[in-house]
């Protein structure tokens, strides 16, 4: 049966991967890697796990050659972003299959021609090739939200202008590659995943970030639509700071008779219950007694080390991560 559209299929339905043992119908797989494909997101992961699938695997999957040839875009895309030497050209048409990037070194005032493009542009500031003077300041792009040639009514330069702003929300610069990305206005979370470069970053910073970013005190949240202001994000701090001892030392007096007495009752009633097929209801009543009796018994010794470990592992860290990772951020 194929994990994915719970079909029952033969055995030569599930073609082999060479990333990893997870199985999957071809049909599955052919329509899995048609929608990350056409979404850009290369390389493809495993729909099971994150083990990157081969490149050998997803052309013998794929069956339209544009497709591969789309991955095989992407894939190199993805491997010439991250080098901080390679320019792209900026006239429109020009693919990677015609020589679209670059690969230089800085030097003062380099005009790039690209074959079969004729294009000439500077690799500082990606402008037209200027040989008779520096690199001039972008001039930014009118929008509705900036003054025209044309007079504008008052309101409607204020729709322009909340317009704008709601687009400049939207729409963000990843931090690694420069990607414009957009992101949906749909109740999901400020960790963002370029699909060009792979960065992974925060929506409200514009900082690449790791998994722990949104539980330092960074003032980014992880379902917010701004950050923090200055003000609150110390507050915050300082009440941690001054907060945490009669917090800690409830959650630990909370903590401690839970699961001392907790686990013993929980394994009590699991136990003791038993549908009209299980072992135990062959038990005469005196078995059953004995084995819930036991298992409470065991649990009884079992719980006073699990709390330990609980308290004796929590406490210190959340203690480390108040008084040293707050404290700091404080001070900076």
């Known amino acids: 049966e194929c994990p994915l559209c719970l079909l029952p299929q033969p055995p030569e339905?599930?073609?082999?991967?060479?990333s990893c043992t997870h199985r999957s119908c071809w049909a599955c797989l052919e329509q899995y890697l048609r929608l990350a494909v056409s979404e850009s997101r290369v390389p493809v992961s495993c729909p099971h796990c994150p083990a990157a699938l081969q490149p050998a695997d997803v052309h013998r999957l794929l069956p339209e050659p544009a497709l591969r040839d789309k991955y095989e875009e992407f894939l190199l895309r993805r491997l010439l972003v991250a080098d901080p030497g390679i320019r792209w050209c900026p006239a429109p048409d020009c693919s990677p299959s015609q020589a679209r990037f670059l690969i230089t070194w800085s030097c003062a005032g380099l005009g790039v021609p690209r074959e079969g493009c004729g294009t000439e542009f500077c690799y500082h500031?990606?402008?037209p090739w200027h040989p008779d003077g520096p690199c001039a300041p972008v001039p930014p792009v009118p929008s509705l939200a900036t003054p025209t040639a044309q007079l504008a009514q008052p309101?409607?330069?204020?729709?322009?202008?909340a317009l704008a702003q709601a687009e400049a929300e939207d729409i963000k610069v990843c931090p690694r590659c420069s990607a414009f990305i957009m992101k949906i206005n749909d109740g999901s979370c400020n960790r963002m995943n370029c699909t060009v470069c792979g960065c992974l970053f925060c929506w409200l910073c514009l900082r690449e970030i790791s998994d722990v970013h949104f539980l330092s005190p960074s003032g980014c949240t992880f379902w917010g639509k701004r950050p923090w202001s200055r003000t609150r994000r110390i507050l915050w701090q300082l009440g941690m700071v001054l907060g945490a001892p009669m917090v800690i030392s409830l959650a630990a007096g909370v903590a401690v008779p839970v699961i001392t007495i907790g686990i013993p009752i929980?394994?009590?009633?699991?136990?003791?219950?038993?549908?009209?097929g299980s072992r135990r209801s062959s038990l005469s009543g005196c078995q059953q007694c004995l084995s819930v009796t036991s298992s409470v018994l065991l649990s009884l010794f079992v719980s006073p080390i699990i709390t330990a470990l609980t308290v004796g592992v929590g406490v210190p860290l959340m203690l480390t991560y108040v008084y040293g990772t707050v404290v700091l951020s404080l001070c900076r």
């Open 13 to 18: 339905a599930f073609p082999s991967l060479a």
């Open 155 to 161: 309101e409607e330069l204020a729709h322009g202008e």
């Open 266 to 276: 929980y394994m009590g009633r699991k136990v003791l219950a038993g549908g009209p």
């Open 125 to 127: 500031c990606r402008q």
